[in-house]
Each structure stands twice: as structure tokens, then as C-alpha cells.
């Protein structure tokens, strides 16, 4: 069974940078799937961030391209988020996924809040 | 870019079928596979559908997709519906190198 485990700070201060891990177990991430990152506002619907596959190639939702970085760390079995220059608007519920045909596993979520 | 909409909510009675759209703004709904999540309050989001109508194991066959290149949408049926149906419901797609979700549809089963 794949598990998805996000980790990072739970409070981030405006104009920082936001950094998110996600820990794999019972899968290979060099073995293939897409990872994705995934985000949910309070109250609000998903929206895709961006995806990484396991050689390294990147992916990201043209509305926050400019200030996502993915990326992949297959000795360690997991894969990070950074996004830069944040604000208000960024607090949310961020996932992580595995991604074949469909996002298969998800993480459980981890609230980050961007204030001062 | 595409949009995926989604009615903001839907609601039926226990036993009855709902079915909920999704309609995509630009290209076509059959040119890419649409999936269909299921997000209870305080859950991460789980699949009952990919690509267009399948479903992942353990989902009840109460649960069906499809997709109407007339109307370039795609629908989540649920027939005979639980109260434990009553969850938000996202579709999901992509093209080439974006993917993109619908704003989400409540479901009330009351």
C-alpha cells in the first residue's frame, strides 16, 4: 500500500517561501507515476499545483508557474514544494498524490497559513 | 488553458439516482480522460471514477460516468444514493501539460 505523508511548516510569513515535503513509503518513486501537489483554501475546491515524474520532469499550472518549484529526491523516497513569494491567497489544505491514471493516493493534508 | 464547471450543489433523497456535470469550456471532454473524486468534510479527496467510467476497486457499481461530446460535458451518476453519498465532488482532466479540476459540486442527500 503506497502512503503519502506531508510535512513542513504549518505557518509561513507574506512575501516568504513556502516549503513542503512529501515522504513516500511502499513504493518506489523511481519506479514511475507522477507525484503532484495539490491545494484546497478553506471552503474552497482543489487546485492543481504542479507534478513531477520520477525522471525529473516538471509540470506546473500556468496561474503559479512563475513562483513553483518541484522537485524529486529518489534516494530519499520523496518529492518537495517550494513556492515562492507568498500571500494570503496561498493559505490552504496542501496535498500530495501519486498520479498513474488518476491521483491514486493522497497524503492526509497539511494546513499552511501565510501571516505575519 | 480549459475550465471544468460543476454545479455549486445538487441534493435527492435516499434511494433515488443524481447525477452531476461537468462541462468543459475549450477542446474536447473526449480528448482527455475525466476523473471524478469524492471529498468528505475533513478527508483528503478518493476516486470513484477514472477515465471517464471506470471505477477503482471496492467503489460500488452505484457509481457511474460518462461523457457527452454533444454537450462537451462529462456526468458522475450515483444511483440509489446513502446518506453517507453526501460529500463534495470534484471532476478532474488535463491536455497536454496542464491538468485541471472542476470547482466542485455539494452533494445533499436528505
Known amino acids: 500500500q503506497v502512503q503519502l505523508q506531508e510535512s513542513g511548516p504549518g505557518l509561513v510569513k507574506p512575501s516568504e517561501t513556502l516549503s513542503l515535503t512529501c515522504a513516500v513509503s511502499g513504493y518506489s518513486?523511481?519506479?514511475?507515476?507522477?507525484?503532484?501537489?495539490?491545494?484546497?483554501?478553506?471552503?474552497?475546491?482543489?487546485?492543481?499545483?504542479?507534478?513531477?515524474?520520477?525522471?525529473?520532469?516538471?509540470?506546473?499550472?500556468?496561474?503559479?508557474?512563475?513562483?513553483?518549484?518541484?522537485?524529486?529526491?529518489?534516494?530519499k523516497n520523496q518529492f518537495s514544494l517550494k513556492l515562492s513569494s507568498v500571500t494570503a491567497a496561498d493559505t490552504a489544505v496542501y496535498y500530495c498524490a501519486s498520479c498513474g491514471s488518476y491521483y491514486e493516493y493522497w497524503g492526509q493534508g497539511t494546513l499552511v497559513t501565510v501571516s505575519s | 488553458n480549459f475550465m471544468l464547471t460543476q454545479p455549486h450543489s445538487v441534493s435527492e433523497s435516499p434511494?433515488?439516482?443524481?447525477?452531476?456535470?461537468?462541462?468543459?469550456?475549450?477542446?474536447?471532454?473526449?480528448?482527455?480522460?475525466?476523473?471524478?473524486y469524492q471529498q468528505r468534510p475533513g478527508s483528503?479527496?478518493?476516486?470513484?471514477?477514472?477515465?471517464?467510467?471506470?471505477?477503482?476497486?471496492?467503489?460500488?457499481?452505484?457509481?457511474?460516468?460518462?461523457?457527452?461530446?454533444?454537450?462537451?460535458?462529462?456526468?458522475?451518476?450515483?444511483?440509489?444514493?446513502?446518506?453517507e453519498d453526501e460529500a463534495d465532488y470534484y471532476c478532474q482532466s488535463y491536455d497536454s501539460s496542464n491538468q485541471v479540476f472542476g470547482g466542485g459540486t455539494k452533494l445533499t442527500v436528505l
Do not use: M
Open chain 1, 29 to 75: 518513486i523511481s519506479s514511475g507515476y507522477y507525484w503532484g501537489w495539490i491545494r484546497q483554501p478553506p471552503g474552497k475546491g482543489l487546485e492543481w499545483i504542479g507534478s513531477i515524474y520520477h525522471s525529473g520532469s516538471t509540470y506546473y499550472n500556468p496561474s503559479l508557474k512563475s513562483r513553483v518549484t518541484i522537485s524529486v529526491d529518489t534516494s
Open chain 2, 15 to 36: 434511494g433515488k439516482t443524481v447525477t452531476i456535470s461537468c462541462t468543459r469550456s475549450s477542446g474536447s471532454i473526449a480528448s482527455n480522460y475525466v476523473q471524478w
Open chain 2, 44 to 83: 483528503s479527496p478518493t476516486t470513484v471514477i477514472y477515465e471517464d467510467n471506470q471505477r477503482p476497486s471496492g467503489v460500488p457499481d452505484r457509481f457511474s460516468g460518462s461523457i457527452d461530446s454533444s454537450s462537451n460535458s462529462a456526468s458522475l451518476t450515483i444511483s440509489g444514493l446513502k446518506t
